[in-house]
C-alpha cells in the first residue's frame, strides 16, 4: 500500500503511541491503493466480479446468443468458447438489456450498466478459419438504435485484438450508459473459438494476464441478520414443510434441503412461514436459490416476483418482475430499492404480515426446484469487525487485498483499513465465480454463511455510522477493486 509519509518532528513517546493506534483503528484517510500499469481495470473482473474468460456459460449473455439463430454446437471447453457459425454472420451476446420496468438480475445488461466514459477498449483473442472481417457492436437500452466500430481483418487461426471504442464508429456513439454489448467474430460460416473478451480502461500492454478477482462476502446481502433465523426460529433452508406453503403446484417434497414442485396455474406461489409483522426498518435484503426447469422464455414466463401485504392480498404490494435465467440462480435484491407495480405500498413503508414469492408464471406445467430463501438486515459492528473475502489469480499467487471504507459506496476515495489479524485467501491458481457472495453449505443456521478469508478491523475510534468496505487488488499488471453489496453499521 502507497499512502502519504507523516513527517513527525518533537513527538514524545507516549504521544507517538496514541497516534500509533489511531491510525490502526482509524486508517489512514484519503489513502491511495496501489494501482497496476499495464491493463488497467477490466468491466467484467470490476463490475461483475466475473471476467470473460469463457470457463462457463455465465460469462456471455448465454440464451441470447443461443437462441440468436446464427450459431450451433456451442460450447465452453478448458476456457474457451467455440460455436458453429451459421448464415454467415454469428453473433455474441456478452450482455443484453431488458426492459427497464424489471428489476435487473446480474444477468441482465441493465444490472451495473457499462460506463462507457470509463470502458473504452474491447480487446478480444478469436480463432477463425479463414481471413475474416470482426466487428464490435452496442445498444445503450432496450430499444434504442445500435452504434458499432468499423471491421477489423483476422487472418486464420488465433487473433489478439483491441478495439478503440471511441474512434472510427457508427450508428449511436459510445458515451454514456450501455447495456448491450454484442461481437461478430466473422462474415462466413465455420467453426470459431473465443478465448477472452476485456472491455478496458485502456489499452492493455498484456492481455493474456489473467486479472485478479476480489469478492467481499462480508458485508453482504447474507452476512446479517435473517429474519426466519432469528425471529422465527427456523431457517427458510427448505428442510421441513414448515418453511412455506405452496400454491397452484403439485407434487411438493422437502428433499436434500430442496423445496420441489411443479405449478397446476400460471401463478405458482410460496407463501414462507412468518410468525410477526416483518419489521422491515431491520430486515431489508432478500436473497434466493432458485431453478426454474427447461428453457428461458421471458414471453411465456420465466419471470418472479415478490407479494407482500398486512391486511388482505388484494392490498398487496407487488414487485415488477425479475427474469428467471436457466439453472439454479441466487438472486439477491435490497427491498427498500427495488421497483414495484403502480401506487404499491414501498418495502419501507410497510409492514408485511405474509411475504410471498411467485417462482415464475408458466401457463403449462414447469418443475422448479427452491434451495432456501433469505430476508436479512444490515451487518453490525461494536469495536472490531471481520471483513470475509476471497482473492484469487488465475496465473498467480492470490493478491493480498488493501481495504477502505466511505459512506457512500461510490468513487473509491475512502479511508484505509488497517487489518489487525488476517487469514489466508485463496490459493494460487484458484479462480472462483462472483456473481453474489460466495457461500457455503455447512449444516449450520441460516442456511449460508460468508465464506473466505478474514481482514479484522479495529473499529474501536470509529465513529457510529454507516460505512461501505471497498476492497483492491492488483498483480503488477491488472487491477481489480470492488465494494461490498451492503454497509456495515458501526455503533458503540
Known amino acids: 500500500m502507497s499512502t502519504t509519509r507523516l513527517r513527525l518532528n518533537r513527538l514524545y513517546p507516549f504521544g507517538l503511541l496514541i497516534m500509533s493506534v ?18 488497467g481495470e477490466d468491466y467484467a473482473t470490476n463490475e461483475l466480479g466475473n471476467p470473460w474468460d469463457m470457463d462457463g456459460p455465465g460469462d456471455i449473455a448465454f440464451e441470447q446468443t443461443r437462441d440468436g439463430d446464427h450459431m450451433t454446437n456451442i460450447a465452453f471447453t478448458n476456457g474457451i468458447f467455440s460455436a458453429t457459425a451459421t448464415g454467415g454472420d454469428p453473433r455474441l451476446f456478452l450482455r443484453w438489456p431488458v426492459d427497464s420496468h424489471v428489476n435487473p438480475v446480474p444477468q441482465d445488461g441493465n444490472y451495473h450498466p457499462i460506463d462507457a466514459n470509463k470502458y473504452k477498449f474491447f480487446t478480444v483473442k478469436v480463432n477463425v478459419p479463414s481471413t475474416q472481417f470482426a466487428q464490435v ?13 468499423g471491421f477489423k481483418q483476422l487472418q486464420a487461426g488465433w487473433n489478439i485484438v483491441t478495439f478503440d471504442l471511441t474512434s472510427g464508429t457508427s450508428g449511436t456513439p459510445w458515451s454514456g450508459s450501455i447495456q448491450g454489448l454484442m461481437f461478430d467474430p466473422m462474415n462466413a460460416n465455420g467453426v470459431f473459438q473465443i478465448d477472452y473478451v476485456r472491455l478496458s480502461t485502456v489499452d ?17 446481502f447474507i452476512s446479517g441478520p435473517d429474519y426466519a433465523t432469528t425471529v422465527v426460529g427456523n431457517p427458510w433452508d427448505m428442510n421441513d414443510s414448515a418453511d412455506l406453503k405452496g400454491s397452484n403446484v403439485t407434487g411438493e417434497s422437502f428433499g436434500s ?33 432458485m431453478q426454474v426447469d427447461g428453457q428461458k422464455d421471458t414471453t411465456l414466463g420465466s419471470v418472479a416476483r415478490f407479494f407482500w401485504w398486512t391486511t388482505i392480498p388484494e392490498q398487496a404490494s407487488v414487485t415488477n418482475d425479475n427474469v428467471v435465467y436457466e439453472g439454479f440462480q441466487t438472486v439477491s435484491f435490497d427491498l427498500t430499492k427495488i421497483k414495484v ?14 411475504f410471498r414469492l411467485d417462482p415464475h408464471e408458466f401457463p403449462t406445467p414447469r418443475a422448479f426446484h427452491v434451495d432456501y430463501v433469505m430476508l436479512t438486515g444490515d451487518t453490525t459492528a461494536g469495536n472490531s469487525f471481520n471483513i470475509r473475502y476471497l482473492s484469487s489469480d488465475g496465473d498467480g499467487p492470490a493478491p493480498e487485498p488493501q481495504f477502505f471504507f466511505d459512506n457512500n459506496a461510490s468513487g473509491f476515495d475512502g479511508t484505509a483499513i488497517t ?11 484458484v479462480a472462483f465465480k462472483v456473481f453474489l457472495p460466495p457461500i457455503r453449505h455447512d449444516g449450520e443456521t441460516p442456511p449460508v454463511s460468508p465464506a473466505g478469508a478474514t481482514c479484522t478491523w479495529n473499529t474501536s475510534n470509529v465513529p457510529n455510522g454507516t460505512y461501505y468496505i471497498y476492497g483492491v487488488v492488483d498483480d503488477g499488471t491488472d487491477t481489480a477493486k470492488t465494494y461490498s453489496q451492503t454497509p456495515v453499521v458501526v455503533s458503540h
Open 419 to 429: 487489518c489487525t489479524t488476517n487469514t489466508a485467501s485463496v490459493a494460487a491458481g
Open 22 to 39: 489511531m491510525l490502526l483503528a482509524l486508517g489512514l484517510p484519503g489513502a491511495t491503493p496501489t494501482l497496476a500499469a499495464g491493463n
Open 137 to 149: 457492436l452496442w445498444v445503450p437500452a432496450m430499444g434504442v438504435a445500435p452504434g458499432s466500430t
Open 341 to 354: 407495480e403502480g401506487v404499491s405500498p414501498t418495502w419501507a413503508a410497510s409492514n408485511p404480515k405474509v
Open 257 to 289: 434441503s430442496i423445496y420441489n414442485a411443479t405449478n397446476t396455474s400460471g401463478d405458482p406461489a410460496l407463501t414462507l412461514h412468518v410468525t410477526t409483522l416483518i419489521d422491515t426498518s431491520r430486515f431489508k435484503y432478500v436473497t434466493y436459490r
Open 204 to 220: 492493455p500492454s498484456s492481455p493474456d494476464n489473467i486479472p485478479p478477482q476480489l469478492a467481499i462476502t462480508s458485508p453482504s
